[in-house]
């Protein structure tokens, strides 16, 4: 009996070595380590391309701010007027003293002035805001206070305005008698130098201004100001009660006198 032996077929596989198997694995983690680096080496890049884009953006911006103030300051340089004012001028054409008298150790009086306000200047106005009078005995004792030009509302605009080489006339008229509040009271050492100067038949008076105003240039550039004219030394003459036509004193020199004072001028600024 004879037996057949079946053909078998041999496979024999291989494991790789394990030194062969740590090689791969190397080169598999050196793989995914080039990947990462090159992966972190493209972000720092796109936040950079990203800042640089903001930075220009800011710097135009700030490019076009700085052009716009410069065209806005050439344009005011260019718009300013030369800032070379000239204040109102101040006349006394004409003094009246219609009523002057001591009683009880009281003044009432009365004083009539004609007043004139010249502007020289030939292409600006002033806009007079307001003025206040007061008549002084030896030029620094308040006699009788009056305010004729004053800004009434807020929003107004022109109060006492003079054009350009105009002159415009007004009357003034202070009246005290002693008793009212918003009159300055006269000390009694005052009322017993006027009562002897009135006895000699002669006193001297003055009077002093306060002007609150503004020049306006054109194309809304103004310059405020604020000046003290005055007049001094008018001599005063006094009447016998049979005498008076009308008058309590008259002044000797009726010329009409300059009042001249300080100017105090603020900043050129542009109106809205």
Known sequence: MSFSTPQV?????????????????????????????????????????????????????????????????????????????????????????????ISNGELSSTFDIKLTIANDMNSSSINIIRLDVAMTYQENKTLALVTPIELHYPMQSDVFLVDAEEMKRMNVKLSTTGWERDQPVVDDVVIQAMDKDMKRGLMRLGLQMMVVGEVQFGNGWVTSFVMYPSCNGFAVRFKAAADRHGEAATVVDQKPRECIGTVQWEHLRKML
């Open 9 to 101: 077929e041999s496979r024999i596989e291989f494991s790789p070595l394990p030194q062969v198997v740590e090689q791969e694995q190397d080169h598999i983690i050196d793989e995914d380590k080039d990947s990462h680096i090159f992966m972190t080496e493209i972000e720092p890049q796109e936040e950079q391309c990203f800042d640089c884009e903001a930075i220009m953006i800011v710097l135009r911006l700030a490019m076009v701010s700085l052009l716009l103030v410069g065209f806005a300051l050439h344009q005011s340089q260019l718009e300013k007027p030369d800032l070379n004012p000239i204040p109102p001028r101040f006349f006394i054409d004409s003094l009246l003293i219609p009523e002057f008298k």
